[in-house]
């Protein structure tokens, strides 16, 4: 589980960030709730 983890992490380290916003959008609109540009770019980047 935790080696999945660590693959999820890697990948997501090798996202551009034009693909880590485009992200960011879908998965707000997923969620149907925005949570605040702040918050999402901490998350993502972080």
Known sequence: ???DFHDLERQ???????EKAALA???IEELGV???ADRV??????
């Not at 770019?41 to 972080?46: C, D, M």
């Open 1 to 3: 589980m935790s080696s």
């Open 12 to 18: 997501a380290r090798a996202l551009t960030v034009a």
């Open 25 to 27: 959008r879908l998965l």
């Open 34 to 36: 925005y949570i605040g």
């Open 41 to 46: 770019a901490g998350v993502i980047w972080n």
